[in-house]
């Protein structure tokens, strides 16, 4: 058998997200000698990347202080910003004044998918080498048990595990240091931080899901620079979210959906409720006549200081969602992203790319302590809405000294069974706007993988899901999968659990939400998955 074609570098980074991007180009900025490499799943650069996302410039501005010549392609002034509370699917109150964490002057309007795409060139412009399209499927050990960089999975597998004829195999790129910036819960990240236990003086981690659309708009109907946030309904009082109605230019509004994962209604569904939000009279009025031009969903990381594991191991350090530093309360990552990229290149090329040190340099940063100042609003939720508003203005105005930090508890772990929550009974069904089911929002977010490929969402036990889930909790996958992937199915063979893998956006809620922690999602062949548009 013969060996694996390998590749050396320097540094190489996994994932060309924005953290990924400004590592490589900072680092580049510090010593052009250094070779660089980021390999992205994506079959285009930006493809798969999803966020609101109304950014703050400031380390943008650090990174590329001329960036406003030739900025992104979406780039639009944030003019004002309103929060609405909804009571109902009628009725709403907005308020007097934008709670400070969602004050948005001086920030811009932008696409996160194109902002990426426009930093990538800027990249390769200094040196580094982009390659998207090559998904890395796992990490390489050095003989002291040090990661020593990712092999690239192979192409061309056919689902039976054989090869086809276009087969080509997976090579290895290996690295003196390799940099985790997959984003929210990466694959290979998952599996390092397992590896070296650096979740073990930290709370488990929790998320949300963002479910997003990009519509265009009769002329002259959107306000550019319109930034709009609301919470309650749809949402039951115990279950965390809201939604955002972003105004961009050419008529074009983002609109989103956010909701917590640790919401406890096995019958609940993030899918339906988004549907069910656009048709308030607030949200209505806006969309009606226009058209979707892109969706999606994925994962956004929520558990914030108290749940970010130790960002260093031997031979590979931890930046951006794959630490997990998104400020839940600003509903900003970005900003975070970019700095921690920054930040890594910095320790990285003065400590000659040893990882050692960089877990003290992070927390010791205002990345940190930006975390920190607001680790009490997301988890003082858990006890409703009400209280959690209540809290949030106490940790406001106190600036976040509380002598105390509120724990965070996984998200699985917080689903009742059927029997154990009533669920509350919706007052308003509507479908009048596309899309109305998940086939067709997975139509929208272009997702495409050969149907005879190995499926890359892992049950590791699929008696589970007919013996235990369907009594347990209603087999609770088919709602909290935005794309369809998972279909309880009765044909000739019995009651089985059918997995489309075709359908998935890579949103990871699966992985996450599964009750029975079952599900397992990994990378699938490089290129496949969605491929959005301005998302």
């Given at each position: 058998?013969s060996?694996?074609?390998t ?7 996994v ?6 991007l ?13 070779s ?14 999803l966020s609101?996302?109304?950014i ?13 010549d030739?900025?992104?392609p ?5 003019t ?16 007097p ?10 920030n ?16 390769e ?9 090559y ?7 050095d ?11 192979d192409?061309?597998i ?13 090579i ?18 998952k ?7 650096l979740?073990?003086d ?16 009769p ?6 620079g ?10 039951a009082?115990d ?14 509004v ?22 069910q939000?656009?048709h308030?009279?607030?949200v ?7 058209t979707?031009?892109?969706a999606?969903?994925?994962?956004i ?8 594991p ?8 931890l930046?951006?969602d794959?630490?997990?530093?998104v ?12 700095a921690?990229?920054?930040?890594a ?6 400590s000659?790319?040893r ?15 930006e ?12 006890k409703?809405l ?10 406001t105005?106190?600036?976040g000294r509380?002598?105390w ?7 699985w772990?917080?689903?009742?069974k ?10 308003y069904?509507?479908?009048t706007?596309?899309?109305?089911d998940?086939l ?6 272009a ?5 005879d490929?190995?499926v890359?969402?892992?049950v590791?036990?699929t008696?589970?899901?007919i013996?235990?889930?369907?009594t347990e ?10 794309a369809?992937?998972y ?7 019995g009651r089985?659990?059918?997995i ?36």
């Amino acid at each position: 058998m013969s060996e694996r074609e390998t590749m050396e570098y320097d540094i190489v980074v996994v994932g060309a997200g924005p953290s990924g991007l400004s590592f490589a180009i900072r680092t580049k900025q510090l010593n052009p000698e250094l070779s660089v490499c980021v390999i992205e799943k994506a079959s285009t650069i930006g493809a798969q990347v999803l966020s609101g996302a109304v950014i703050e410039t400031g380390p943008l501005d650090r990174l590329l202080p001329t960036w406003r010549d030739a900025p992104p392609p979406i780039c639009v002034p944030v003019t004002h910003d309103e929060f609405w509370i909804l009571r109902d699917h009628a009725t709403g109150s907005k308020l007097p004044v934008t709670p400070p964490q969602m004050d948005n002057h001086g920030n811009v309007i932008v696409s996160l998918g194109a902002l990426c795409a426009w930093l990538a060139p800027q990249a390769e412009a200094l040196g580094v080498d982009v390659f998207p399209g090559y998904a890395a499927a796992e990490a390489l050990f050095d003989e002291a048990g040090a990661v020593a960089g990712v092999r690239i999975g192979d192409m061309g597998i056919a689902r039976d595990g054989t090869h086809k004829p276009g087969y080509t195999e997976g090579i290895d790129i290996r690295a003196r240091v390799t940099v985790m910036a997959e984003g929210c819960r990466g694959h290979i990240s998952k599996t390092l931080i397992k590896r070296f236990d650096l979740d073990r003086d930290s709370d488990p981690q929790t998320y949300g899901i963002g479910i997003k659309e990009l519509w265009q708009l009769p002329p002259g109907r959107a306000e550019p620079g319109k930034v709009v946030h609301t919470a309650g309904w749809p949402l039951a009082n115990d279950t965390y979210g809201g939604s955002f109605l972003y105004h961009m230019d050419n008529d074009r509004v983002a609109i989103g959906f956010v909701v917590g994962l640790d919401y406890p209604d096995p019958n609940f569904s993030p899918f339906e409720a988004f549907q069910q939000f656009k048709h308030h009279p607030n949200v209505k009025g806006l969309l009606d006549g226009g058209t979707i031009v892109s969706a999606g969903a994925r994962a956004i990381v929520e558990g914030g200081f108290q749940s970010l594991p130790k960002v260093e191991m031997p031979g590979a350090i931890l930046i951006g969602d794959s630490a997990g530093l998104v400020n839940v309360p600003k509903i900003k990552g970005t900003h975070q992203a970019i700095a921690s990229g920054m930040l890594a290149a910095e320790h990285l090329v003065a400590s000659s790319l040893r990882s050692e040190g960089w877990d003290a340099t992070l927390r010791a940063s205002a990345v940190m302590a930006e975390l920190k100042k607001v680790r009490n609003i997301r988890p003082g939720f858990n006890k409703g809405l009400w209280w959690g508003l209540i809290n949030a203005a106490w940790e406001t105005v106190t600036g976040g000294r509380s002598p105390w930090t509120l724990k965070n508890h996984a998200d699985w772990s917080a689903l009742h069974k059927l029997g154990q929550y009533e669920t509350p009974k919706k007052d308003y069904v509507d479908r009048t706007l596309a899309p109305r089911d998940r086939l067709a929002s997975v139509y929208f977010a272009a997702t495409e993988h050969d149907e005879d490929q190995p499926v890359h969402l892992k049950v590791a036990d699929t008696s589970i899901c007919i013996d235990r889930c369907t009594t347990e909790y209603g087999n609770p996958c088919q709602r909290f999968c935005p794309a369809g992937v998972y279909e309880i199915v009765q044909d000739e063979a019995g009651r089985r659990l059918q997995i489309n893998a075709a359908n998935c956006v890579h949103c990871k809620t699966c992985d996450i939400k599964d009750p029975y922690q079952i599900i397992t999602w990994v990378t699938p062949e490089g290129g496949s998955g969605p491929n959005y548009q301005n998302l």
